[in-house]
């Protein structure tokens, strides 16, 4: 079993539409990681978080440790949040490492 | 830019021959960090370099895989003898942080395609 699962695999939205999607882990970790990746782009990192909830413009990213389980939420979706959204953490076992889920892809149709 | 950065962006190797791959990391940066991402899937760690010295090399697949950053700057990952299976992008990230958790800025990633 991964260390870390992600759902739903696929998304699609309406554009506007208030999106989640979720993270769940099994380790122990010392933070957790929002990352996005665009088709043949790079990856970007949106959020690390360690404990409760943190927002930069639409996006919003929570954590529950002693559920072992993070969201992110898209708040009125725009075709240009289409993309991979990987959740990664890194583990107090791990040297840093970050052990990845295999993403979350987002379509938002105009 | 001061990102990090990697090249080439794109190699074509034929199998069996050596390939060699570069990472820029952001000034300063003391974490330097190789992941494979095969397609379709999340990426996978290979080795960790805090400065000049190979912390982590638990995820390199084989012997065939060799990581070097001898000044603590610039990185090359090294691939002998390539394979249909390595195929895959190679990503860099490097961090100001050399303790756990911190924030990993990601070059484009080299793609390999070996036939």
């Known amino acids: 079993k991964n260390e870390v699962e992600q759902s739903p695999q696929n998304l699609t939205a309406q554009e506007g539409e208030f999106i989640t999607i979720n993270c769940s882990y099994s380790?122990?970790?010392?933070?957790l990681h929002w990352l996005q990746q665009h088709p043949g782009g790079g990856i970007v990192s949106l959020f690390m978080?360690?404990?409760g909830k943190k927002k930069h413009g639409r996006l919003i990213a929570t954590i529950n440790i002693q559920e072992k389980h993070s969201s992110l939420h898209i708040t009125a979706s725009h075709p240009r949040d289409s993309a991979v959204y990987i959740c990664?953490?890194?583990?107090?076992?791990?040297?840093?490492?970050?052990?990845f889920g295999k993403g979350n892809q987002v379509v938002v149709i105009p | 830019g001061a990102g990090v950065s990697q090249s080439p962006r794109y190699k074509v190797a034929k199998r069996g021959q050596d390939v060699a791959l570069r990472c820029d990391p952001i000034?300063?940066?003391?974490?330097l960090f190789w992941y494979q991402q095969a397609l379709g899937q999340g990426p996978e760690f290979l080795t960790y370099?805090?400065?000049?010295?190979?912390?982590?090399k638990s995820g390199l697949p084989s012997d065939r895989f060799f990581a070097e950053r001898p000044e603590g700057s610039v990185s090359t990952l090294k691939i002998q003898r390539t394979q249909q299976e390595d195929s895959a992008v190679y990503l860099c990230?490097?961090?100001?942080?050399?303790?756990?958790?911190?924030?990993?800025?990601f070059g484009p990633g080299t793609r390999l395609l070996v036939l």
């Open positions: 990230a490097s961090s100001g942080r050399d303790f756990l958790g911190g924030t990993q800025y």
């Open positions: 380790v122990g970790i010392s933070a």
């Open positions: 978080l360690s404990s």
């Open positions: 990664a953490v890194s583990s107090f076992l791990g040297n840093n490492r970050l052990a």
């Open positions: 000034s300063g940066h003391v974490s």
């Open positions: 370099f805090q400065n000049e010295a190979q912390l982590d």
